[in-house]
């Protein structure tokens, strides 16, 4: 699944109390009230699910229409995996510096900022008329979901105080992420088997615009919660440090590519210097990311596994509809809708986990996780090109998809352990990020590895490539994976 994916950890923003919101007269400000009238209380989660189901759908729905994209404008599969890696390379890059935003500006104004420039990427993809400029459309709506998804996971925070309406709403917000990556899975291939690829791009316009209105209308301002001036040197040495790692490993996917990619990882290594640097010795500015905040294990471990986690998943998921369409000839709608049981069997895992989770701890859940995930992976290993779909893919399917279920809440949880509240909202920005890392690495990474085994070309992948990075993904998350989980405490 490209990107993301349901259940994944969004909020860079640390939580913090209830803000005062200016009336609309001008007036003293005051608090939101979710415990009012129907509409009062529930419009402004319906607004913000929205938001964040604009991402995860958005990721989703544009699963089943790369094959025609590819087609369209005659590109490899390797340069296709741009449409999703440069996203993630965007979203990455990005987040942190969107949680600062939701931290230093008004959050309803920061969220319609994010969501306009999604609604502007889709725009331009729309109308793009060679495949580059899908990918830069692709990287704006990258960009306008790094700074939605904090606002949005701070204005959840805001709203809704502590206490049975906060559980709630978090429950609905996380379930309207997984139900959106479903829905989106669907829609996309019925819209590019109806009207074309290009339509999906113009729904997500669509729908990104009318959140923007209905957040003006039933959202409150709200009011800036940090104050100082943010080190935008460290900052931007920060971003550079994570795009230069992301464009590295594309790099050294392709043929020849060594030379070029030793000294791009070499320049992410200077980036993550300098801003390392800045941060043990900068006294005033603010920082993005306390690099003390790494020296946790909890918080190292989740990043690790989370990286190896989405470099798997998102591969995977972004070769599988390639599979589907080119070598067993489906159609981009019966392939959207042969990938959904993977988002039926997360959700149904991810409400399971949380029941286990004070029981078991995170650690067990995590384990066990990745194990099947990695097994549900290398099934698609013995699918061949008349295997019936009710064998090696649709066992695989929903094999993954419990692991991921079990696997993304135990991910979250880890992340934030032994670490103090106020530092929680940085804490999961750290685990969101080396997901998208592993998000934008994965797809060009396996693509490569499969166009591999048929050489060089702009042909459909071979069945044997295919297997090939299945097995790769799959082996990665169990040789990063499970010895980094192991090294956890019990509790």
């Known amino acids: 699944m490209p990107a993301r994916h349901p259940g994944e950890p969004t909020s860079p923003a640390p939580l913090s109390p209830a803000p005062l919101s200016p009336s609309a007269s001008g007036g003293p400000a005051v608090r939101a009230r979710p415990g009012g009238p129907g509409p009062v209380r529930y419009a402004p989660l319906v607004v913000l699910s929205a938001a964040a189901g604009l991402d995860a759908g958005g990721v989703a729905v544009l699963n089943s229409a790369l094959p025609s994209i590819g087609a369209r404008f005659g590109t490899s599969a390797q340069n296709l995996s ?4 440069g996203y993630a390379l965007a979203f990455a890059g990005l987040l942190l510096c969107g949680g600062a935003m939701a931290d230093r500006l008004r959050r309803r104004r920061v969220l319609a900022g994010g969501l306009v420039t999604l609604a502007a990427g889709a725009v331009l993809a729309f109308a793009a008329p060679v495949f580059w400029v899908v990918v830069v459309g692709r990287v704006l709506q990258g960009a306008g979901a790094a700074v939605t998804m904090p606002a949005a996971t701070a204005l959840l925070m805001s709203v809704y105080p502590d206490g049975p309406m906060r559980s709630r709403a978090l429950g609905v917000f996380s379930s309207a992420q997984a139900g959106c990556y479903g829905a989106g899975l669907v829609l996309g291939g019925v819209i590019t088997s109806a009207a074309g690829w290009r339509w999906v791009f113009a729904l997500q316009a669509l729908v990104a615009v009318g959140t923007v209105a209905a957040a003006v209308r039933w959202l409150p301002a709200g009011v800036p919660h940090r104050r100082g001036a943010l080190d935008l040197p460290g900052a931007g040495a920060l971003v550079a440090a994570i795009t230069l790692v992301i464009l590295g490993a594309d790099v050294a996917a392709r043929p020849g590519g060594g030379p070029l990619a030793a000294v791009t990882l070499l320049a992410a290594v200077a980036a993550g210097g300098l801003w390392w640097y800045r ?8 920082v993005l990311l306390d690099g003390d905040l790494l020296r946790t294990r909890g918080v190292r471990t989740a990043a690790v596994v989370a990286a190896a986690f989405y470099f798997c998943v998102t591969g995977s998921l972004f070769l599988l509809p390639l599979y589907l369409q080119q070598v067993r ?14 988002s039926l069997a997360v959700a149904g895992a991810a409400l399971l986990c949380g029941r286990l989770m004070k029981s078991r701890g995170p650690r067990p859940l995590l384990l066990t996780g990745l194990l099947l995930t990695a097994g549900g992976v290398l099934l698609w290993c013995a699918a061949g090109e008349d295997s019936p779909y ?8 929903v094999v993954t998809g419990i692991g991921q279920g079990l696997a993304f809440p135990a991910m979250t949880v880890t992340g934030l352990r032994n670490v103090p509240d106020r530092a929680h909202g940085t804490a999961s920005a750290v685990t969101a990020t080396a997901l998208q890392i592993g998000s934008g690495i994965g797809p060009t990474v396996l693509a490569g590895t499969a166009q591999a085994v048929g050489g060089p070309g702009l042909g459909d992948l071979p069945l044997s490539g295919h297997h090939l990075a299945y097995a790769a993904a799959a082996g990665l998350l169990l040789l990063v994976g499970l ?4 090294r956890l405490t019990k509790r």
């Not at 941060?279 to 603010?286: F, I, N, S, V």
């Not at 009710?390 to 399917?397: C, K, S």
């Open 82 to 85: 741009w449409a999703v890696t």
């Open 329 to 342: 000839g489906m159609s981009p709608a019966s392939s959207g809708l042969a990938v959904l049981p993977v």
């Open 390 to 397: 009710a064998g090696p893919v649709l066992a695989g399917l």
């Open 483 to 486: 010895p980094a989980t192991a």
């Open 279 to 286: 941060g043990r010795t900068r006294a005033g500015d603010a």
